[in-house]
């Protein structure tokens, strides 16, 4: 088995990150209250540097091998916000980045990647074969993988959200949380239960991949086969294996919820609230106004973990208002 992440690995996360990121806002939401009966609040990971929750782990995994990572270079495999995030660090760590992408990646994430320049290393468009081409670059070049759900420093940087809730808002709450491989679950899953053991960690997922909601069910981690989803940033076909030992341990529930569900979520935070979230950051106010939490005491916070959505694709999602 794996070695599972500690509160001190996260405490020593938060340390790094402090001198290159401030907490990101909690803001009650009105309109979610009203709808759920309970208050319920968005902790806003849009308003990360790169739009996106992935700027903690990348940041941590690059400073806690920091020589290492300029002596070598360092490679990330991502469907976007972790390429955008792994980029963004490198660039303010003096970094040589190359980043695996599918080839049916977002081009609006690909372009973004570029820009803040990374080389972009396009393959297949299966998970494993983003995997077999990141880890031949790791063999071929020496550089440093920086993993996008699965480390132990990557998941102690998503536990510094974690820590920041728990410095935010007082009392147990519930935390609805994104799931893809199952890092930022893990992270803040580690966080919340070691600290203060009776807030409730609750997972969202798309229908389309499920991944983590089948593998619990499985009892073992399961391969769901090529993903696709609306929510672009959600589409890890496995859990990763420590994010999944998490999971067992401490993430009391996981939902999966509809694309329909996930666009009406986007919708209601752009209109009601004027936030801009991607899909796969409003898949938790999807599952909260689907009604598919269990009932719990407390608060209710939603992450919006991401808000990389280009112009004309929010716009087509907002036709339907």
């Known amino acids: 088995m794996s070695e599972l992440v500690s509160l ?3 405490e020593q996360a938060r340390e790094r990150l402090c001198p290159y990121l401030v907490p990101t806002p909690l803001v009650l939401s009105a309109p979610l ?7 319920v609040w968005l902790k806003l990971e849009t308003q990360q540097p790169t739009g996106s929750f992935k700027i903690r782990p990348a940041l941590n995994g690059a400073l806690a091998h920091l020589e ?4 070598h270079g360092v490679v990330a495999s991502s469907s976007g916000n972790f390429a955008q995030a792994v980029t ?3 660039r303010e760590l003096r970094l040589d980045a190359q980043i695996v992408m599918m080839r049916n990646s977002s081009p609006y994430k690909i372009a973004q990647t570029e820009a803040l320049g990374a080389k972009v290393v396009l393959c297949g468009n299966t998970f494993e074969e983003r995997w077999e081409t990141t880890y031949r670059l790791v063999r071929e070049t020496g550089r440093v993988l920086l993993h996008p759900y699965d480390s132990l420093e990557t998941i102690a940087g998503d536990g510094t959200l974690g820590l920041e809730l728990l410095a935010q808002l007082a009392g147990d709450f519930t935390a609805v949380v994104p799931v893809s491989g199952g890092g930022l679950i893990g992270g803040i899953a580690t966080a919340l239960k070691l600290r203060r053991p ?5 997972g969202a997922q798309p229908e389309e991949n499920g991944s983590m909601f089948r593998s619990l069910e499985a009892g073992r981690r399961v391969n769901v086969g090529p993903v696709r989803t609306i929510a672009d940033a959600l589409v890890a076909s496995t859990p990763g294996e420590r994010a999944f030992e998490i999971a067992r341990q401490k993430v009391d529930q996981v939902v999966l919820v509809a694309e329909e569900e996930i666009v009406r979520a986007v919708r209601r935070l752009a209109v009601e609230q004027k936030i801009v979230a991607e899909p796969g950051g409003a898949v938790g106010v999807a599952a909260l106004l689907a009604g598919k939490l269990r009932a719990g ?3 209710v916070v939603c992450i919006i973990s991401g808000g990389n959505i280009p ?8 036709e339907g208002v």
């Open 68 to 71: 290492e990572c300029r002596r």
């Open 198 to 202: 009776g807030c409730l960690v609750v």
């Open 33 to 39: 209250t009203r709808a759920a009966g309970r208050k």
């Open 8 to 10: 001190e690995t996260i």
């Open 88 to 90: 963004y660090a490198s």
């Open 297 to 299: 005491a407390g608060d």
């Open 311 to 318: 112009g004309l694709a929010l716009a087509r999602l907002l």
